[in-house]
């Protein structure tokens, strides 16, 4: 019994799915230094959405509910539907890419969403996530800059992108989210792309943040209690008064699109402007909100 469950086991860590041929312009941009993951996300960023992932969002999308009450408010404008477009969200836990996943696809659009290499290093549902257009995101390594290219191939074949400004799950007391990094600021303006805000909240108080027994505690609550799961699509962010590398620039996308965030979350957190209802106490609270308590001035420049 022993060989055949270790071939079994090896076959599975191995396996993924086929994937779309690399074409010979994106074949030259591969160096012998590029991880060897590279030319196949390049060619999954340029080919057209999954049909796989497309046949799940139309017809499994109902799972999540599972979990919560999706409710799916704002809307995305027909002209920007075939995209490019960056849909800029923010980070509150680890099931809300599921959230927000479905909420786009009910506005029209197969996302690809910016997932951590960890994940998409797993077996089979790594494999499967990076085929349904995922985009890997090394941060903190000389390999960040890769996701940069894939991302902006994924834009140019008029790919919608979700990307998280904060870099990973928030970390401020209040829930409210970080001033975020400039990279995705950079991208937009770089590119010319329209930056879509994505609020969302509840999606939270179904997986706690930290990695033990815990998670599997707040799934089984969540099934109980099917918690709220909030997103608002907002109006475009308004950056084309800014221009890639001018003084300052970068740094004022960044704020508006924080902001931007921000006023969507307002009316989803009626009633936790000042505290969250529910506090995962496993979440490190080291961070700052970039308006904090939710409060964005009207002069934000």
Known sequence: MGPPLTGLAERLRTWRPATPPLADDLAQLVKPDDPEWFPREMAIAAAPPWWFWTFMLRNFSW???LFGRVEVTGELPDELRAGPLLFAANHIGDFDPFVVAVALHKVGVAPRIMATGGIISAPVAGPLLERTGAIRVERGTELARHAVRVTE????QGGHVVAYPEGRVGLTPDGWPERG???MARLALGMGVPVIPVSQWGAHEVL???NDWGKLRTVLRALVRRPALK???GPPVRLDDLQMGRVGDANRARYRIAAAITRGLVPLREGEAE????VDRTRPTTAVAA???GAVPDDVP
Do not use: D, E, K, N
């Open 63 to 65: 799972l999540v509910s």
């Open 153 to 156: 191939i994924a834009l140019v």
């Open 181 to 183: 990094r400039t990279g």
């Open 208 to 210: 706690q943040y930290g």
């Open 231 to 233: 997103v608002y699509v």
């Open 275 to 278: 505290r969250p209802h529910y």
């Open 291 to 293: 308006y904090p308590g």
